[in-house]
């Protein structure tokens, strides 16, 4: 049990014991202020649209447990339903946006990814689980949900009829447009490109599950976030769908990926 609930079901029984009548110090009540230890009592189904002290609390958690709820401001609004999108794609549990108060627990497992000595700053995306992982000094930073290559078909800039798929493996940053690119299959904020066209960038539409016709959609915020932490040759590591983590990431001793640079490129979206 952390620290946090333990108070919380400290501060239960202190109220308890209040509404009894039993004398209790004023300076115990205090030490238990709600409003710095969260609420008390059993948690409720916490859905989007939903305010109030449990979804703040519910906000100081996420953020402390590596996803990015927005503002801690006890609204469940779009940037809190993104991260607990990112929160049940982590823990494979159903993509509802609803947190069960039985979620609270799993709150307390920190993300983890295996050390790799090449890239100890990277990023790793989970095409399976559909998140990304922000990685600093082989520590995860942050978890954001994302959108990819949806596998359907459509017709490319050619008219050929391709399938849209999100590239595997190994790759680096070698392109980055600091604002909107308006491709022929739509816009792409503040894109950074690992390989051809294929990018991971801001979109308007990041549902939980693959749509994308091959770039990694984030939401916008997300990548207003991810621009202040990733830069051109910083390694990109996608796997989860036809290749595992362990057939993408470079063994030890190995040189980083090499950019893809080709001559000449179209944005996917």
Known sequence: MSIARLLRAL?????????SGAPVAAVEIELF???TYGPVGTPPTISPGDGGAWVRWLQEELAGAGFRPGEIDGTYGGASLGAVYAFQKLHDLP???????????????????????VAPDRLEVDLGRQILYVIEDQEVEAVLPVSSGNGDTYRNASGRRVRARTPEGAFRFYRHIDGWRISYLGALYRPY?????????????????????????????????????????????????????????????????????????????
């Open 11 to 19: 501060a239960l029984a202190l109220a308890l014991v209040a509404s």
């Open 33 to 35: 202020d709600p409003d």
């Open 95 to 117: 993509r509802d946006g609803v947190f069960l108060p039985e979620y609270w627990d799993l709150l307390e497992e920190r993300p983890l990814i295996p050390p790799d000595p």
């Open 193 to 269: 490109y690992f390989r051809g066209g294929y990018a991971i960038h801001g979109s308007r539409s990041v549902p939980p599950y693959p749509a994308s016709h091959g770039c990694v959609r984030v939401e916008m915020w997300d990548m207003d976030y991810l621009t202040t932490r990733v830069g051109i040759d910083l390694p990109v590591y996608i796997y989860g769908q036809r290749l595992t983590r362990d057939e993408v990431v470079p063994p030890p001793g190995s040189a980083l990926p090499d950019p893809f640079k080709p001559r000449a490129w179209r944005a996917i979206a």
